[in-house]
């Protein structure tokens, strides 16, 4: 009986100190402030480059004891921006980026990323105080990316800052990726910069 009685405290006891640990976790969720969130993009042929922006959505960041843990960003492929040509030029870039060529926009309306793991850097030195990992999915395609980012997360507001390349040929966008194409060859490579801003839900 005593050994019953003995093991029955146990029991509560471990119950008991796990719910409190799992009570001192703070957790909350974050979403985007869109009207200042934003991906910008700077792609590249041998001769000039053309750079850009898109909108981004977020309704689920994840934080947990002050860490971003996961998340989710959608990038609606219709709201591609430029900043680099004339106004009457900008239709024609931004068509043929919307054309299968490239995003293929009428089968493939977003892209997204979705984060796996964030983990803490040693060195400011490489650009950022977190590595963050995830799934990056773009025209049906989805692999995984990691790059060095600066997260500032201050009282119920959260800032995310990171600049890395993307190689747009691995997911399939192959337009004009041979190097025999001169001038006209476009770099398989795209400078990616995210400048996001996030609010307490």
């Given amino acids: 009986m005593k050994k019953v009685m003995l093991a029955a405290c146990f029991l509560f006891s471990a119950l008991y100190f796990t719910s409190c640990e799992d009570e001192e976790l703070s957790k909350s969720t974050f979403a985007l402030e869109e009207s200042s969130s934003v991906v910008k993009w700077k792609g590249y042929s041998p001769v000039l480059y053309h750079d850009g922006?898109?909108?981004v959505q977020s309704q689920d960041i994840q934080v947990v004891d002050?860490?971003?843990?996961?998340?989710?960003?959608?990038?609606?492929?219709?709201?591609?921006?430029?900043?680099?040509?004339?106004?009457?030029?900008?239709?024609?870039l931004l068509n043929h980026l919307k054309s299968p060529d490239f995003f293929n926009l009428a089968l493939?309306?977003?892209?997204?990323?979705?984060?796996t793991k964030v983990q803490p850097l040693a060195s400011t030195a490489e650009g950022g105080n977190y590595t963050v990992t995830g799934d990056f999915s773009m025209l049906g395609q989805t692999h995984p990316v990691s790059f060095p980012?600066?997260?500032?997360?201050?009282?119920?507001?959260?800032?995310?800052?990171?600049?890395?390349?993307?190689?747009?040929t691995k997911w399939g966008m192959t337009y004009a990726a041979d190097p025999a194409l001169g001038?006209?060859?476009v770099l398989p490579e795209v400078d990616i910069q995210?400048?996001?801003t996030a609010n307490e839900k």
């Fill in 53 to 55: 922006s898109f909108q």
């Fill in 66 to 92: 002050g860490k971003v843990t996961s998340g989710t960003f959608t990038i609606p492929i219709a709201s591609i921006e430029n900043f680099d040509l004339p106004d009457e030029v900008k239709p024609v």
């Fill in 108 to 115: 493939h309306p977003t892209a997204s990323f979705n984060i």
């Fill in 149 to 168: 980012a600066k997260i500032n997360l201050q009282g119920g507001k959260l800032e995310l800052e990171a600049s890395f390349k993307l190689d747009r």
């Fill in 183 to 185: 001038d006209h060859h």
């Fill in 194 to 196: 995210f400048d996001l």
